[in-house]
Antibody, heavy 115, light 107 residues
């Protein structure tokens, strides 16, 4: 069955970076995009961007350009999102999901930014 | 960016009721809307894609309809397991945008 497994919760200092992983199984990794979504109580769900797992091409929501860097490793069927220059506003649950209409989701990775 | 205005923010229903949630897009989205269910502490679950196509495993009491910029999602014969939040997503244009969600509670 299709599964997306995400890395564990992160506690980070302001100004630092974190890299979250999303390991896919149960389907051909390079046949689908992986999309990243931010969830906060205040803003709800926000589209961060996607990566084409075959070509490595990416699309970013303008709001997250410079904040999120999307990469993938086809050999391990894993997508990554690096969040840089962290501020408390980056504290959220981050999900990866398959394709452009999110038919499967990872369990989420909580990122807490605090000094 | 396409704005998705979802209403109501919350709903209270009795078991067996029918409830309806709406999403209005700021422009025509050509039926490219999906609906999700989310329970606390869990990731969302895709219920319906392309306005009205039920995903495998979605109970038939869930339905979707609409066209242009106006869409709706309904649950007939609400069951206790339907207690959750529901939200829409348009996927016709980037950036993809979500509705703000509707929390369903049982009276």
């Amino acid at each position: 069955q299709v599964q997306l497994q995400q890395s564990g919760a992160e506690l980070a200092k302001p100004g630092s970076s974190v890299k979250i992983s999303c390991k896919a199984s149960g389907y051909t990794f390079n046949s689908y995009y992986i999309t990243w979504i931010k969830e906060t109580t205040g803003q709800g769900l926000e589209y961060i961007g996607y990566i084409n797992a075959r070509s490595g091409g990416t699309n970013h929501n303008e709001k997250f350009k410079g904040k999120a860097t999307l990469t993938e490793d086809e050999s391990s069927s894993t997508a990554f999102m690096q969040l840089s220059s962290l501020t408390p506003d980056d504290s959220a649950v981050y999900y990866c999901a398959r394709d452009c209409y999110f038919d499967f989701w990872g369990p989420g990775t909580m990122v807490t930014v605090s000094s | 960016d396409i704005q998705m205005t979802q209403s109501p923010p919350s709903l209270s229903a009795s078991l067996g009721d029918e409830v309806t949630i709406t999403c209005q897009a700021s422009q025509d989205i050509y039926k490219y809307i999906t609906w999700y269910q989310q329970k606390p502490g869990k990731p969302p679950r895709l219920l319906i894609r392309y306005t009205s196509m039920l995903e495998s495993g979605t109970p038939s009491r869930f339905s979707g309809s609409g066209s242009g910029s106006d869409y709706s999602f309904s649950i007939s014969n609400v069951e206790s397991e339907d207690i959750a939040s529901y939200f829409c997503l348009q996927y016709v244009n980037l950036p993809l945008t979500f509705g703000s969600g509707t929390k369903l509670e049982i009276k």
